[in-house]
């Protein structure tokens, strides 16, 4: 029999995305929309050793602030594998969350436009 060969070599991982996670499917703490920065914290390099390999490219990557979305696009996962990886991170005090400010919170469109109109007549 011949060595075995994979028809694609571009077939990409062969680990299930659900097995880096251990089969876990949320995180503890839903606190990862798509658009919230994830930042690693200056202080949390001592632990890294014990880490899985995603772990350490998530810590790698987020030295600057990265979305939810960003983090998964470039280390090519699942944005929900992404966010169990991202909870054990902040379970760890590794990581820290900013979420984006809320709709309600924000000026209305009525009010922006008011403002630019004032500060065109100044």
Known sequence: MSETTWADDAAGPVVRPYALVRGRTRARKDLFDLVAFVVTVADSHHGWADMEP???????????????????????????????????????????????????SRPSLQVMREVLDGLRAL
Not at 82 to 100: E, K, S, W
């Open 54 to 104: 995603e772990h350490v490219a998530i810590l790698t990557l987020c030295h600057h602030p990265h979305s939810v979305a960003e983090v998964a696009a470039r280390l090519r996962l699942p944005v929900g594998v992404v966010r169990v990886l991202l909870g054990d991170l902040l379970d760890l005090a590794a990581i820290r969350v900013r979420q984006p400010a809320d709709p309600a």
